[in-house]
T-cell receptor
Framework: GAGVSQSPSNKVTEKGKDVELRCDPISGHTALYWYRQRLGQGLEFLIYFQGNSAPDKSGLPSDRFSAERTGESVSTLTIQRTQQEDSAVYLC????????????????FGPGTRLTVL | KQEVTQIPAALSVPEGENLVLNCSFTDSAIYNLQWFRQDPGKGLTSLLLIQSSQREQTSGRLNASLDKSSGRSTLYIAASQPGDSATYLCAVSGNQFYFGTGTSLTVIP
């Protein structure tokens, strides 16, 4: 079946503009994650949606970052008033939640959105 | 806060050699540990997932072990091939998800 898809694949924007990144998870996956990877650095957790529970937003770096998810479908990550430091690849992943509160199953990653802030 | 460390940061081996990548984490209260592969300019590919109750997982030439009490995992790659060249990341799942910075592997033909 179809994997995780993200759009756009590349985004170039000017400093101060708002951007919206989209993630389409694998159908039926109740958990969805956003990560950021700056050039030459490791992955940085941003936010985690888990079924109908309140999302874990503890990784969002500032109040310029927000994310939404409608039900178990598409998620959008919005960055307001972009800064050059926001330039990175933004990765989305989805997975099933294991029954009984045992965490999550294998995460499947999308190809990412490369954001460049000029 | 959970900290995940991967050693070595980079590794270069001749084709056919067996190799071990290491991952350590500071908080043993995890749900699972996952190994990923990242190719340049591409997203991550999941290789192996080990639940906290498991000791190891195998897939083809890959074998991953987990010692939760000591906070360690190893990824063993048998008979390495040039196509194995990539960055290998481990990630632990607790209340959040924590990634190591990866090991960049180059397999020389």
């Amino acid at each position: 079946g179809a994997g995780v898809s993200q759009s756009p694949s590349n985004k170039v924007t000017e400093k101060g503009k708002d951007v919206e990144l989209r993630c389409d998870p694998i159908s039926g996956h109740t958990a969805l994650y956003w990560y950021r990877q700056r050039l030459g650095q490791g992955l940085e957790f941003l936010i985690y949606f888990q079924g109908n529970s309140a999302p874990d937003k503890s990784g969002l770096p500032s109040d310029r970052f927000s994310a939404e998810r409608t039900g178990e479908s598409v998620s959008t990550l919005t960055i307001q008033r972009t800064q050059q430091e926001d330039s990175a690849v933004y990765l989305c992943a989805s997975s099933l939640l294991l029954a009984g509160g045992g965490g999550t199953d294998t995460q499947y990653f999308g190809p990412g959105t490369r954001l460049t802030v000029l | 806060k959970q900290e995940v460390t991967q050693i070595p940061a980079a590794l270069s081996v001749p084709e056919g050699e067996n190799l071990v990548l290491n991952c350590s984490f500071t908080d043993s209260a995890i749900y699972n540990l996952q190994w990923f592969r990242q190719d340049p300019g591409k997203g991550l590919t999941s290789l192996l997932l080990i639940q906290s109750s498991q000791r190891e997982q195998t897939s083809g030439r890959l074998n991953a072990s987990l010692d939760k009490s000591s906070g360690r995992s190893t990824l063993y790659i048998a008979a390495s091939q040039p196509g194995d060249s990539a960055t290998y990341l481990c990630a632990v799942s607790g209340n959040q998800f924590y990634f190591g910075t990866g090991t960049s592997l180059t397999v020389i033909p």
